[in-house]
């Protein structure tokens, strides 16, 4: 085997491990819509914000890293649109679309696809280039949801901030954290 064929045939990311291409292509889109669905039943209320604390960001965070853009994007999508049509799995066992926080639901489309085309390209190899890509992966689920609880609550920019970016800011770092240690990690392993 040539060189280039050697690096045609490694995989991009975690995803890419698993036989069969089509079954495996549904079934990890699935799985993984189905894991930020159980994650978002991890939910912590906050006084003063209408977003509770939830292991949805951790769940969509990973799942983009280990499924790549493509399905990355779209287990976020079939979260998405199964919650907004009855499924009841958003926070608390929600769903629909009219509430504060879908905006940041709508963010975790964009972030699977955008954390997904980093971990392709080796954003989740080393905990460095792993921080900086979940840290790019929460910056878009804040860009799109911040703009949503700002017309939600009809509040400014600073209002918005303090009941939907700051609580959370620790918690995610932990997050963060955790990845920057699972990823890399699971990569170590597998190169055994």
Not at 4 to 15: D, F, H, K
């Amino acid at each position: 085997m040539s060189n280039s064929q050697a690096v045609a045939t490694r995989p991009a990311v975690l995803g890419d491990l698993v036989p069969g291409r089509l079954v495996r292509d549904v079934a990890l889109v699935v799985g993984a819509a189905v894991f930020v669905g159980l994650a978002a039943q991890v939910s912590v209320p906050i006084p003063g914000t209408p977003v509770p604390v939830t292991g949805q960001t951790f769940a969509v965070l990973l799942s983009g890293a280990a499924l790549g853009f493509r399905r990355g994007a779209l287990s976020m999508a079939l979260y998405t649109l199964a919650g907004m049509v009855g499924v009841p799995w958003f926070s608390d066992g929600t769903s629909g679309w009219r509430m504060a926080s879908f905006g940041y639901i709508l963010g975790f489309v964009l972030a699977g696809a955008v954390v997904g085309a980093l971990a392709a390209r080796g954003g989740d190899r080393s905990p460095v280039r792993t921080v900086g890509t979940m840290a790019l992966g929460l910056a878009v689920i804040y860009a799109v949801g911040v703009p949503w609880l700002m017309a939600w609550t009809h509040s400014g920019l600073g209002q918005a901030l303090s009941m939907g970016v700051r609580p959370f800011l620790v918690g995610d770092a932990i997050k963060i954290a955790l990845a920057a240690g699972l990823l890399p990690g699971a990569w170590r392993l597998l190169r055994r």
